[in-house]
Each structure stands twice: as C-alpha cells, then as structure tokens.
C-alpha cells in the first residue's frame, strides 16, 4: 500500500486550491475537485507501485509500441518522487475499480492531455493510470470466468488509442482516454471486428438517442427506458468486411448470453457518422460501410456530425477545418470534402438491429 510523504488531507487540499498545476483550463480544475470528493481510497482499491520491469512487460502484452512504451516506463509516477501524480493516480484507479462491473456509472472527468502542448509526463499520465488499473480489471473478469484472449484484446484498445496518438501527433499520449476508462471498467468486449459494451437504455452516458418513450413502450420488451442494451462499436481503422461483421455478431450474441445474460430482450444499438443514409450517395452499394448500415433500423433523430466524420476519417479537429488540405485517396475521403465542400452536413444517426440466434 502506497504512503503519500505528505499528509492526504494537506496535499489533497494544496492540489484543490492549485489544481491548475496539472494543465491549464477549468475542466482540469474540475478533474482534481472530483477526485478530492472521492477521499481516500479503501486499502482494498489501492493501486500498488509501479515498478518499471512490470510496466514494460504489461505494456508489451498489450501491445504498446517500444517508443512509447520507454517515454511511459521513464516517467512512472511514485508516493516519494511525484506525490501530486501518485494522489490523482491514486484517486482514478480507485473510481474505476469501484465501478468496476456497473456500466450505467458515470464516466465523470477525464483529461486526455492529449498533443504536444502537454509535458510527456501529463501526456503519459492516463498509461500510468491504466498499467495501475489492470490487475483490477483482471482480477474481475477472471470471476466472470471471461477467457484470456477476449480480455487482452478488449485491453489492448489503450495501445490502439496510442498509437492514433502518435500517428496523429508524432508523441507518446492516448487519443480519447474518457473511451479507454470504459475497457479498464470492464464494459468494452472486443469480440473479431467490433467492439460492445453493455448499458441501460435511458440511463448512464453510454445510452445513445432513442426513441421517445411512446414509440418504445409500443416497440416493447428491448426497447424501453430501463431495458438492457449492447453498444456496437467500430474500432479505428476496420474494414467492416460483411463476413467478419457477421462472425463478430454471432460472437457477440454467444459471449453476452454466457457470461452476461439477461432474462430481457437485449436489442444492440449503434451511434454512428458510419450510419448517415448520404453515404450512400457517394458509395457503392455493395461497399462494405452501405452493407453495413443495411444491418440496422433507424431511429427518427440525429445531430449533426461533421466533427465526428472528420475526427475518425481524418483525425482532425475544429470547427473550421481546412478542406483543401485533407487527403483525397479513397472514395471516403472524396465524399466526406465534396458532401462539406457544397454546404451539406453530415449527420450522426442511431440504428438498432436484434443479435443472431444460436
């Protein structure tokens, strides 16, 4: 068990009053006030040391690559060395493995720190937190009795956030570390070509748009508010090949019936760019995105989705992107800059579709 050199409530009440220290900007300062409201952390959801020979090896199993897995193990935090890190660290493992298994709890403040106008020890700040959680997310999903290679694959997503960081940036750091808090919670199960995660529908911050409960009551079992629910996910860079589509679903339908059944319908749902109907204005139908979207029905709303569009396909953000400057390689790129290029919006839109049998 970790021992601050100075006494908690001393730090914990320096870092509220100087929280600006870790970065600039409110949404930190709100970060530290929540981690103050959680107090001290039960000796049981205490993170143990980081030792660097642990890290390095924890890191290649899941998959980080060797240069950013040097700036992490270079800049590990420790009570004695850096107790305002150890205190946050501290704080965060706590939040998640206190939640571990409720994926209806609030995911609350996460700085990403994300690009080079962060430190390398801001930037690695959320690597360190992940290394600290995982014996807790492993310890839960070995008394579901999930096997070993759902669950590292379903880890392994912080080295594919950071190695969109490094595309992205050049630089060791995690591209949305609020998604990867979800994998170290145990609510993200990457199964083949996607990835799921359980919730309730109308509850927690995962629930997507829905329909209005009128609709859903007339819709019934799986779809009203307090229903179970799975979230389909695309993961960076895939292909979305039909046949793999249908192998992650079948996968999906077996996994969740066995380790997190339900007496309820459990329809499956997605929040997606990926699911704009103008796609298809652009692609061809038999394209693996247009195939896609036939799987699902669906719902009236949607808002609008340039910035998600061109956060995922070009990974850049702002409101006022420079058009001119974005790659035109693939048939997706082209639709994506013509479609904002004529003063049409692209649009996010939610579909559902029920599981295979079996």
Not at 149 to 168: K, N, P, Q, T
Not at 204 to 230: I, K, M, Y
Not at 301 to 326: I, M, N, W, Y
Request: glycine share 8%; proline share 8%.
């Amino acid at each position: 068990m970790s021992v601050s050199p100075l006494e908690p409530d001393s730090l914990t009440a320096e870092l509220v009053s100087d929280g600006l220290r870790f970065g600039a900007g409110g949404f930190v300062r709100r970060w530290v006030e929540e981690l103050a409201s959680l107090g001290e952390p039960p000796p049981d959801l205490r993170p143990a040391p980081l030792e660097p020979d642990d890290a390095a090896a924890l890191l290649d199993r899941l998959g980080v690559a060797e240069v950013d897995a040097l700036d992490v193990i270079a800049t590990l935090p420790s009570a004695d060395r850096t107790p305002e890190w150890w205190w946050c660290l501290e704080r965060e493992v706590y939040r998640l493995a206190s939640t571990m298994g409720d994926p209806d709890a609030p995911r609350g403040s996460w700085p990403s720190f994300e690009g080079d106008a962060h430190s390398v020890d801001r930037r690695c700040h959320f690597v360190h937190v992940a290394l600290a959680t995982v014996p807790f997310t492993l310890d839960y999903y070995a008394k579901l009795g999930v096997p070993g290679e759902v669950v590292m694959a379903s880890l392994a997503d912080l080295a594919r956030h950071m190695a969109i960081h490094r595309r992205v940036y050049g630089s060791t750091g995690v591209d949305a570390a609020w998604w990867v808090t979800l994998c170290l919670r145990g609510e993200i199960q990457d199964l083949g070509c996607l990835q799921y995660n359980r919730f309730t529908l109308g509850v927690g911050d995962e629930s997507p748009a829905w329909f209005d409960d009128a609709v859903a009551e007339r819709l019934g079992p799986g779809f009203r508010t307090g229903d179970p629910c799975l979230g389909i996910h695309i993961p960076d860079q895939t292909p979305l090949e039909p046949e793999q589509v249908e192998a992650s679903l079948v996968a999906a339908a077996s996994h969740f019936r066995q380790y997190f059944p339900t007496a309820t319908r459990r329809v499956a749902t997605c929040m997606s760019w990926l699911l704009d109907g103008q796609l298809a204005e652009y692609l061809p139908a038999q394209s693996n995105i247009v195939r896609f979207q036939q799987r699902f029905e669906l719902i009236p709303a949607s808002h609008e989705g340039d910035g998600s569009l061109l956060q995922f396909v070009f990974r850049v953000t702002g409101d006022k992107p420079d058009l001119d400057a974005l790659p035109q390689n693939t048939t997706l790129e082209r639709a994506a800059v013509a479609h904002m290029r004529s003063g049409r919006h692209w649009r996010v839109r939610t579909g559902w579709l029920d599981l295979p049998e079996g």
